[in-house]
């Protein structure tokens, strides 16, 4: 059976369902494109709970260094205030995409600062101000990011 937390956070019952399905898929560079123009490295999906679990651990690492503010990464439960975007608060977080080139250190999360059961879909933004990351919503919820990439209905995945 496969696990539906990563990091003590339940997964969206929409992606463990369509993990099991097996339509938790990437849905092409151009669906990619027209959702997240943005975005300009490639992304590859992280494709189930195992693999979340290890792709997060880097934002442990970010936090975890004071040094490290590049990266626009902490922990909400050591921050005097609250968390809000352009931060992102890797306690509240679970990565969902990494860019397929590695180095290239970007990434889309559920940032369950939202909404536990449908968390809002950020990604980090390097080309805005290339001095330091920014962390923008992607989508207002998960549900709305699979709508808008088509995976609902998908019948016929692409990897």
């Not at 369509?18 to 560079?29: A, C």
């Not at 990565?95 to 536990?116: H, K, Q, V």
Request: charged share 20%.
């Amino acid at each position: 059976m496969t696990p539906s937390t990563v990091r003590g956070l339940a997964l969206p019952t929409s992606l463990m369902s369509l993990i099991e399905r097996g339509l938790w898929r990437h849905p092409g560079d151009a669906v990619l494109t027209e959702v997240i123009p943005w975005f300009e490295d490639p992304l590859a999906f992280v494709k189930n709970p195992e693999q979340m679990t290890y792709a997060s651990q880097s934002m442990d690492m970010f936090a975890d260094d004071p040094h490290s503010t590049y990266f626009r990464q902490a922990r909400g439960s050591s921050s005097a205030a609250p968390l809000e975007l352009p931060w992102l608060d890797v306690e509240q977080a679970v990565l969902i995409s990494i860019t397929r080139n590695p180095g290239d250190d970007g990434a889309l999360a559920l940032d369950y600062r939202t909404d536990p059961s449908d968390p809002r879909v950020v990604g980090s933004d390097y080309w805005a101000d290339p001095l330091m990351c920014r962390w923008r919503v992607v989508a207002p919820t998960f549900s709305d990011f699979v709508s808008r990439l088509g995976l609902q209905g998908q019948t016929h995945p692409i990897d």
